[in-house]
Each structure stands twice: as structure tokens, then as C-alpha cells.
């Protein structure tokens, strides 16, 4: 069975410093990974995803992830954070073979950035 | 383009009443699934479709039933409420077989007491 792991519950940082919030995720065969961000009392928003090709994905509010194959990771990235980007970030993978709505979620990450 | 639709947004309920969160998507989506979101758990799946007429379990399906009438509308029925089911939940949507992204409703907060 597909699962995702995100270590820490909760990432600090200083504005303006970079952050990284971990992922790494086990399934069969090559993954579809995402990374979301949630709001407070907001539904989830999807960030970036890695499908193929290049192993550093860009994706919205400049956040990128950096697909690992050999380590089985996908940690999110930002090189200066914002206030504003504190949240609760999941990261998600399913796979190739499997239907698309079997989105596998890790527990997620809190993000807090502060000034 | 309103996207996903969530209804309603927030509901108490006693234990062994019944209720259908509603769930709905403008966007022609095939795919659509729910979600319950719990304190340090992330989000499980309940039940998800992968078109109208068609449906299947998640991880978490007990107490909870589906059914898909219709591309747009994706309901999950709560049969007799209890505590446990005392969660926040998502409903979500996608195009093309999950690669482009999903898009999630502004959730139901349920409290069973």
C-alpha cells in the first residue's frame, strides 16, 4: 500500500530565510506526487505535483519540490518565506496504476513564519 | 465558475440521526471523492467515483454510503451518526485521471454529540 510521510508537525522560520518542509512517500513503481497548501478554515489548494521529467517542480507562490527517486522524497522549498505562507502543507502521492481518486495523504505540516 | 460546492458548512447532530453532506462540481469532473480530515491523521478517504453510475470504498468507508447519479453531484450519506464520525470533511474533484491536480471544496465541519 501507498503511504506518505511528513515528519515534523510543525516547521518555524524567519521571514525571509528559506524554508523546507519534508515528504517522502513509499508505492509501487513511479510515483504522481502533490504538495497542498491549507488555510485556516479553508479547503486544500494544490501547490505543485510532480508527474515526469525534470526532478525540481515549480508551482504556485514560489514554492518548488525537489523529486528525490533514490531517497523517495519530495520536499517542498521556498527560498524566502513569507508570513503570509504560514499554513498547513500535505503532501500526497498516488500511483501510476491506481485510480485517480486514491490520493494517499501525509498528516501534514504546519508551517510558521514569523517576523 | 464556482468549482467544488460544499453544503452545508458546519452541522451538530445527535448520535443515530441521519444526514447527506452534499457534494458538487461544475467542471465536468469524472472523478470525484470524499475525504475526512482529523488532528494529526491528514485526510482519509471515505468513498471516492470515477464516473457516474460508479463508485467504490476508500479507507475509512463504514457509516458512510455514496452514490453518483450524475457527473456533477457526489453525496455522502451518514447512516446513523456517532461521535467517531466527529470530523471536518472534504469533498474533491478532478480532471484527467488525477495528473492535473485536485480541486477540494470549503469542507463540512460535523460534531456528533
Known amino acids: 500500500a501507498q503511504s506518505v510521510a511528513q515528519p515534523e508537525d510543525q516547521v518555524n522560520v524567519a521571514e525571509g530565510n528559506p524554508l523546507t518542509v519534508k515528504c517522502t512517500y513509499s508505492v509501487s513503481g513511479n510515483p504522481y506526487l502533490f504538495w497542498y497548501v491549507q488555510y485556516p478554515n479553508r479547503g486544500l489548494q494544490f501547490l505543485l505535483k510532480y508527474i515526469t521529467g525534470d526532478n525540481l517542480v515549480k508551482g504556485s507562490y514560489g514554492f518548488e519540490a525537489e523529486f528525490n527517486k533514490s531517497q523517495t522524497s519530495f520536499h517542498l522549498k521556498k527560498p524566502s518565506a513569507l508570513v503570509s505562507d504560514s499554513a498547513l502543507y500535505f503532501c500526497a502521492v498516488r500511483d501510476r496504476t491506481g485510480t485517480a481518486s486514491k490520493l494517499t495523504f501525509g498528516t501534514g505540516t504546519r508551517l510558521q513564519v514569523t517576523l | 465558475n464556482a468549482g467544488v460546492t460544499q453544503t452545508p458548512k458546519f452541522q451538530v447532530l445527535k448520535t443515530g440521526q441521519s444526514m447527506t453532506l452534499q457534494c458538487a462540481q461544475d467542471?465536468?469532473?469524472?472523478?470525484m471523492s470524499w475525504y475526512r480530515q482529523d488532528p494529526g491523521m491528514g485526510l482519509r478517504l471515505i468513498h471516492y467515483?470515477?464516473?457516474?453510475?460508479?463508485?467504490d470504498q476508500g479507507e475509512v468507508p463504514n457509516g458512510y454510503n455514496v452514490s453518483r447519479s450524475t457527473t456533477e453531484d457526489f453525496p455522502l450519506r451518514l447512516l446513523s451518526a456517532a461521535p467517531s464520525q466527529t470530523s471536518v470533511y472534504f469533498c474533491?474533484?478532478?480532471?484527467?485521471?488525477?495528473?492535473?491536480?485536485?480541486?477540494f471544496g470549503s469542507g463540512t465541519r460535523l460534531t456528533v454529540v
Open positions: 474533491a474533484s478532478s480532471y484527467s485521471r488525477g495528473v492535473s491536480g485536485y480541486t
Open positions: 467515483s470515477v464516473g457516474a453510475g460508479i463508485t
Open positions: 467542471m465536468n469532473h469524472e472523478y
